[in-house]
């Protein structure tokens, strides 16, 4: 049995090179896709979570870890695809109609991705009828909606309301984000949850695959 | 009170709040941008492609409320001019983006950024010929790369954009004064500053090229934001307010944590910041901290700066805790959410601006406005309201105003040595060109045959003429 621990710490470290020189290492030594995911790629991304949390990591460093893991996770995933391996959650992201600002949404896509999240990301200026086609395409069950402008927030307040008029809504957790994102405007619009940071939306994923599991 | 006599109390007002000292009562300066075309009865898509009707919007909107201080079009950006120059980097009202909505700007993927990360060297050697050579005819839609075969739109585009320029910029001077005569407004900033790190993840390397080369090559990030400062430092010098009564616009954007950790602020962000922050006021000009987001992280540091050297605006900061931070040495501008102007009631906006009346601006050196630039989902009934609060509660008792002098050029002992260290600055050798020209005199000379009779004035003329040059491509690089 190969140490893995360099794994979980250049993920951490945000090593990309080192992450999938051992991921390859791990595979061709006979370990299971989804253990080297599980037991060592996802907890190190919760790590970097946390550390962001207590103010020990930034946004330099989330990406950097967002890149190591997905470094190593190209190797992964077709291994995991061909075995039937399911992601935790298909999440479709994108930033709202109108508003062409990427840097937040690509952070939480990376993210998610690193946390064992299968992500659909339609971009920037995405038409609610975008939304609701890529759920429908790919069978997605959050949907994650990025707003950097004020004047683009009520554009998901309309793709809430177009997931509710395709009858749509129901099926899958609609989440948002961006600067000037709050709570309180995440509950106005019946979205069912908010963060004000990538780690964070993370958890919500999470939670909510842990609920529907 | 005729116009011009409004006028001169409002800018003694707003120039006495600004020094941090309290005034009659609290100036308001909105921000507003495309809350003008709303209120005048424009599109998004007019006052972006038509500057005209953006100054009309922001003459009508200021003289209705009765500001003190405006941006003389806050939209700034001129899709007549971008359009010329072909500009990658604008979403545009109208095409490929709705009508309706305001422009955007569009931050290329990572591995096609506007400057590429082996190009350090390139940028470091001569930032403006890096600029011309390299920059231009990557976000242009029309100019070709030098070494490449010149095309008809290629001459015209550089022909265009640049007549546009003057002709956008000459448009400014008649409509400062439209704003002192019609609307008794003062034009509130004058000059464009951007930092060097900023101005890295903005147009040339992108942000999340720049982290990464941040992992990679801090010591050339560092080089190429050391070799920025000379130029961008002459861009504010030479743009700021003659009469150094408002201050240098300085946009700040992603160089705060947590966008940086707090190493990088210390290492590349604030030691090619805080110079030129130090020059500017060592000639008399204060420059307003647009600390767009949350700053919070960086109080004690810009409290190394000298007193009154800037005016620190609040965005999504806790306006109650920049008072608390940075009051007793800086005058602070901003603080009403956006949020709450564009989707809140009334009555919150009420409250709110009571409220930071009454705590942050008891002591003067506080100037009214929202947190960030007003676009078109701004509230006409919560900025009259906002507007109203001010007039009502915002008269001081005890205040004056102060009279309308020059800001006196001063030294500032502790930042000479920082200074020193830099290229370019106080006291270090200049760079290869100097700011402000792109083919030095000293050069072209050599090309010439013998000159006779005045040749400082053959100098100065293509001097004079070579900073047009100079000029167009750190604005286009700055303001557009």
């Known amino acids: 049995m190969i140490d893995m621990k360099p794994l979980y710490e250049a993920v951490l470290k945000g090593d990309a090179a080192t992450a999938r020189a051992l991921t390859e290492q791990a595979l061709a030594s006979g370990m299971e896709p989804i253990t080297v995911v599980k037991e060592f790629m996802v907890p190190a991304m919760d790590e970097v979570g946390r550390r962001f949390e207590c103010n020990e990591y930034f946004v330099p460093e989330l990406l950097l870890a967002a890149r190591a893991m997905k470094a190593a996770l190209e190797l992964v995933r077709p291994l995991l695809v061909k075995s039937g391996v399911e992601p935790q959650g298909r999440v479709v992201v994108g930033t709202v109609r109108g508003d062409l600002h990427d840097i937040g949404k690509n952070l939480v896509a990376a993210m998610l991705e690193g946390g064992g999240f299968e ?3 339609l971009g920037v200026n ?3 009828e975008k939304f609701i086609e890529a759920v429908k395409a790919k069978n997605a069950n959050i949907v994650a909606l990025s707003a950097l402008l004020t004047t683009t927030m009520p554009a998901m307040r309309a793709t809430i309301e177009a997931f509710k008029a395709a009858g749509l809504r129901d099926q899958v957790k609609i989440f948002v984000g961006g600067a000037p994102i709050t709570q309180k405007f995440a509950d106005d619009i019946g979205a069912d949850g908010y963060s ?7 958890t919500l994923a999470k939670v909510h695959a842990a609920r529907a599991a | 009170m005729n116009t011009e006599q409004l006028y001169q109390q409002r800018l003694a007002r707003y120039v006495t709040a600004m020094r941090n000292e309290k005034p009659d009562c609290v100036p308001i300066r909105p921000f507003v941008a495309e809350f003008t075309a709303k209120y005048a009865g424009y599109t998004c898509q007019q006052v972006c492609h038509d500057y005209n009707k953006a100054f009309d919007a922001a003459v009508k909107t200021a003289k209705d409320y009765g500001w003190d201080a405006v941006v003389p079009n806050m939209v700034y950006v001129w899709t007549g001019l971008a359009q010329a120059a072909g500009l990658r980097y604008f979403g545009i009202p109208g095409i490929g983006i709705p009508h309706t909505t305001g422009f955007n700007y569009i931050e290329p993927p990572e591995g096609e950024a506007w400057m590429r990360e082996d190009e350090y060297d390139e940028l470091i050697r001569d930032p403006t010929a890096f600029l011309y050579n390299v920059w231009l005819p990557r976000v242009s839609t029309e100019v070709s790369r030098v070494g490449e075969p010149s095309t008809y739109r290629n001459n015209l585009a550089l022909v265009k954009s640049s007549m546009a320029m003057l002709q956008y910029f000459y448009a400014f001077g008649p409509q400062i004064q439209r704003l002192r005569t019609e609307a008794g407004t003062v034009s509130a900033i004058a000059g464009i500053f951007k930092a060097p790190f900023d101005i890295l993840a903005d147009k040339l390397r992108g942000y999340i090229g720049l982290t990464m080369d941040m992992a990679t090559q801090p010591k050339k990030v ?3 934001c050391e070799a920025l400062m000379p130029h961008l430092c002459h861009v504010g010098l030479t743009t700021a307010d003659p009469t150094k009564q408002v201050p240098i616009g300085f946009w700040m954007h992603r160089g705060c944590v947590p966008f940086v950790n707090p190493g990088q602020f210390d290492s590349h962000y604030w030691p090619t910041l805080k110079p030129i922050v130090e020059e500017f006021w060592k000639h008399g000009h204060q420059t307003l901290f647009y600390a767009e987001g949350k700053w919070k992280h960086h109080f004690d540091t810009f409290r190394e700066l000298p007193d009154r050297s800037i005016v620190f605006h609040c965005d999504r900061d806790d306006v109650f805790e920049v008072h608390r931070r940075l009051h007793d040495k800086f005058a602070i501008s901003g603080g009403i959410p956006n949020v709450m102007l564009s989707y809140g009631k009334p009555e919150e906006v009420r409250d709110f601006t009571r409220r930071v009346l009454r705590e942050v601006a008891a002591d003067g050196g506080y100037i009214l406005d929202s947190g960030a630039i007003m676009q078109d ?3 006409v009934e919560n900025l009259r309201v906002m507007t109203d609060t001010c007039r009502e509660h915002g008269v001081y008792c005890s205040g004056a105003l102060l009279p309308l002098t020059a800001m ?6 502790a930042s000479i040595a920082q200074r020193q260290q830099l ?3 106080t006291g270090r050798p200049a760079p290869r060109v100097k700011p402000g020209v792109c083919l030095p ?6 090309e010439l045959p013998e000159i006779s009779g005045d040749r400082d004035l053959i100098r100065k003329v293509w001097e004079d003429i070579e900073a047009l040059g100079n000029t167009y491509i750190w604005q286009l690089l700055l303001s557009f």
């Open chain 2, 441 to 446: 005199w000293e050069e072209k000379v050599k």
């Open chain 2, 408 to 413: 006196p050029p001063c030294d500032v002992p």
């Open chain 1, 119 to 121: 992500v659909v990301d």
């Open chain 1, 126 to 128: 995405v038409t609610p």
């Open chain 2, 377 to 379: 989902d701004t509230s």
């Open chain 1, 196 to 202: 004000e940071n990538a780690p964070g939306a993370v």
């Open chain 2, 423 to 425: 290229t370019g600055m």
């Open chain 2, 222 to 224: 560092l080089a190429a």
